[in-house]
């Protein structure tokens, strides 16, 4: 899976800042997986827009509980605004992790531009932004 290691390093981040109770962790590590991979389906760039409809999502499933949503919520927020920026900031993100998944458009933009700018088939195109998908 392509976020495993930011995933890694976010349980080790709230483990050794004892964020949460041990028997959580792997419930916020959970969360936060599957906002990423929404995040890079859905395509939204703005945070905030993309968690609303990611809760609505989750509310929206049969079977979670509203103690599951706010789990999720607080987990996201702690990646967000602690886990992600502090790494931005002390500039320890890898290329990966510096991408937003929100920003998956944009970088698939560029892509597309590239490819044809060097007359690759439609079909390529097609294949290689599947891979990065």
Known sequence: MMYENVLRGYESYIRSR????????????????????????EG????????LRFLQDLAERVGALDWQVGQAKNAVHVYYYQFRRGREKNGTCTPLDAID??????????????????????????VYV???R
Do not use: S
């Open 44 to 51: 939204i760039r703005d945070f905030n827009a993309c968690l």
């Open 101 to 126: 998944p929100g920003d998956f458009l944009k970088v698939r933009e560029k892509a597309v531009a590239l490819l044809r700018l060097r007359n690759y088939a439609y079909r390529t195109e097609e």
């Open 18 to 41: 004892q964020l949460v109770k041990e028997g959580q962790i792997r419930h916020y590590v959970h969360w936060v997986r599957e906002f990423l991979q929404f995040a890079a389906i």
């Open 130 to 132: 599947g891979w990065m």
